[in-house]
């Protein structure tokens, strides 16, 4: 069962995915993060680095649709996300069945120089695709860069992904992963 606190974390993440705002998210929300993602990673709508990332996000939506989609409307409301979650966030194994597969997919497109590291500049944009101010992403990457050496590796990347969704330390840096929590 889902905490308070994750609940707060898992809602927050349904509205980024919410990309039309209207309090559902779609197969066309997909298409919208899409390309707001292509705009500020400046790749060209159907390049190599667009279809890649579009094709991860349209893999999440179906593995998400099919635990999340109780009432079959092509649809997932904040209720039936949260439900979803509460049952792929069960354990380490359902985490890495379901989720983890996710950050495989996109961790090499937002890598722009390809050296398995986030730096600051593709970190900020990693950030603003989330819909943050782009003002706050250097504070957010100095809490999450664990070690000081100037960069979010794979590894470090993957453990913040992985604490956003199962800490419940309200002070692990994390938690900033996908903006300040609400």
């Known amino acids: 069962m889902l905490t308070e606190f994750q609940k707060k974390k898992i809602s927050q993440l349904f509205h980024f995915f919410d ?3 209207n309090n559902t998210v779609e197969a066309e929300d997909m298409d919208i ?3 707001n993602f292509a705009k500020i990673f400046n790749w060209e709508m159907g390049d190599e680095n ?5 094709s991860a996000f349209k893999k999440y939506w179906r593995k998400l649709m099919m635990v999340s989609d109780i009432n079959n409307d092509d649809k997932i409301s ?8 509460e049952r792929t966030l069960v ?10 597969p996710f950050l495989d997919n996109i961790f090499p497109l937002i890598d722009i120089n390809k050296d398995d590291k986030l730096q600051l500049n593709e970190f900020t944009k990693l950030y603003q695709g989330f819909r943050n101010p782009v003002e706050n992403a ?7 860069d664990n070690n000081g050496d100037g960069v979010l590796s794979r590894e470090e990347v993957y453990q913040h992904f992985y604490d956003f969704h199962f800490s419940q330390d309200a002070a692990k840096p994390a938690n900033a992963f996908f903006g300040a929590i609400k």
């Open 19 to 21: 990309a039309d705002g």
């Open 33 to 35: 993060i899409v390309e």
């Open 50 to 54: 667009s279809k890649n990332f579009g």
């Open 78 to 85: 904040l209720a039936e996300f949260l439900q979803a979650y």
């Open 91 to 100: 354990n380490d194994s359902t985490y890495e069945q379901f989720v983890k």
């Open 138 to 144: 250097q504070m957010v990457f100095n809490l999450l």
